[in-house]
């Protein structure tokens, strides 16, 4: 059984805060055509405070480096900062020195369920729940074949890349991308970008 590690958890949120750095300007680019075009700065802007606090006050468990990125999330401004803070915060509750692929594949399914309740967004609404629920959904068939989770972080790196590119053709129903109707066919949701960002920064997931 390989379990998730402090040191890859730290690894993983500081590949995941560089790919923001390096594609701010094309996440900002979407949610200008489908929003009000500050999600990649938000974005960008909880990850530098998360980095912050990750080196500031050094976690001793994976769960607490996800409690780190919540926190910062919570305190950043825009629609989605709420919604990411709760998500991570779920996350969070992993607990251990190591996390098995079944411990991730639940808190991962927790945390989404809790945005889809606070959001009102389901699959094909044109949201982050796009990426976060095929993603989920691999984590625990994953988890149901092997306690190892660096295939179930793969699967879930697959699964979000594929649920962000289904987001291009549809109209959205949430959100502020709802506002512009059949202008948001063409353009991947910014939200599912990152969530797709975010598990293709995974340890052995590139």
Not at 17 to 34: N, P
Not at 80 to 87: A, D, Y
């Amino acid at each position: 059984m390989t379990a998730l590690q402090l040191q890859p958890t730290r690894d993983w949120i500081r590949r995941f805060a560089a790919d923001v750095e390096a594609q701010v300007d094309v996440l900002t680019d979407l949610d200008r055509q489908v929003g009000d075009g500050d999600f990649g700065f938000n974005l960008r802007s909880a990850l530098r405070v998360a980095l912050a606090e990750l080196d500031a006050h050094p976690p001793n468990r994976p769960g607490e480096v996800f409690t780190r990125v919540s926190d910062a999330f919570l305190d950043t401004g825009g629609t989605s900062g709420p919604l990411l803070g709760l998500w991570f915060g779920r996350l969070a509750d992993v607990g251990g020195d190591g996390v098995s692929a079944g411990e991730l594949a639940a808190a991962c399914d927790t945390a989404t369920r809790a945005v889809r309740r606070l959001g009102k967004a389901e699959v094909g609404h044109k949201t982050m729940v796009d990426a976060m629920v095929p993603a989920a959904e691999a984590l625990l068939a994953a988890a149901a074949r092997s306690d190892d989770v660096l295939p179930a972080l793969a699967a879930a790196r697959d699964a979000a890349e594929q649920g962000a590119q289904s987001t291009r053709e549809m109209v959205a129903r949430r959100g502020r991308a709802s506002y512009v109707g059949e202008h948001a066919r063409g353009v991947v949701d910014p939200g599912a970008r990152a969530i797709a960002m975010f598990f293709a920064a995974a340890p052995n997931a590139r």
